[in-house]
């Protein structure tokens, strides 16, 4: 099947830092990317869709200048939490769909693990 | 209204055993659906799609009342290696996915 990956797995950081997290469709192009978060015990939130060479398209309550998102091309979409603060400790996941398969299947990448001190 | 509702359990099972779970969604324009997979810490993953018609795969038997707006699974014979969180997920149309909170099972030797 399809993988997706993300970099870093996990991350520790001071309030007030950014913080970069990387999503890379490994084996397929990757037309949409999608932007999960997980808070303990809860399900998965959409963020933000994000479509190759176009501006992300933002859930209600999700704030486009704190969560930064590219999609520069069709392997690789970006995740910048910007002044990153402890509320935003969570469980970030990004999952990918693309040309070829099920266009209604998402691959999903391991996830990255933010903790801010 | 949750978009996605499951009781969140746990479901404590022995091993062998039966165990259904239940999803009901609030969009009637709902397209597709899934049950997904989670285990503790990691991504989830996808356990079977859902149709109308019922379908089986292996020990997992998943069923859709689009009518009533509610979804099962049923694994049977419950092995150790089942005890995870069961997302039930809907895709309402507009290609994100909509999660249910989860179903955990803990199934006990």
């Known amino acids: 099947g399809a993988v997706v990956s993300q970099h870093p797995s996990w991350v520790i950081c001071k309030s007030g830092t950014s913080v970069k997290i990387e999503c890379r469709s490994l084996?397929?192009?990757?037309?949409?990317m999608f932007w999960y978060r997980q808070f303990p015990k809860q399900s998965l939130m959409l963020m933000a869709t994000s479509n190759e060479g176009s501006k992300a398209t933002y859930e209600q309550g999700v704030e486009k200048d704190k969560f930064l998102i590219n999609h520069a091309s069709l392997t690789l979409s970006t995740l910048t939490v910007t002044s990153a603060h402890p509320e935003d400790s969570s469980f970030y996941i990004c999952?990918?769909?693309?040309?070829?398969?099920?266009?209604?299947?998402?691959?999903f990448g391991p996830g990255t693990r933010l903790t801010v001190l | 209204r949750k978009e996605v509702e499951q009781d969140p359990g746990p479901f404590n099972v022995p091993e062998g055993a039966t165990v259904a779970f239940n999803c009901t969604y609030s969009?009637?324009?709902?397209?597709?659906f899934f049950w997904y997979r989670q285990d503790c810490r990691k991504e989830p993953k996808l356990l079977m799609s859902v149709y109308s018609s019922g379908n089986e795969d292996g020990r997992f038997t998943a069923q859709l009342n689009r009518a009533s707006q509610y979804i099962s699974l049923l694994i049977r014979d419950s092995k150790l290696s089942d005890s995870a969180t069961y997302l039930c997920?809907?895709?309402?149309?507009?290609?994100?996915?909509?999660f249910g909170s989860g179903t955990r099972l803990q199934v006990q030797p």
């Open positions: 084996d397929f192009q990757a037309t949409t």
């Open positions: 969009n009637s324009a709902s397209q597709s």
């Open positions: 999952s990918a769909s693309g040309r070829g398969g099920r266009t209604d299947t998402q691959y």
């Open positions: 997920v809907v895709n309402e149309g507009r290609r994100a996915l909509t």
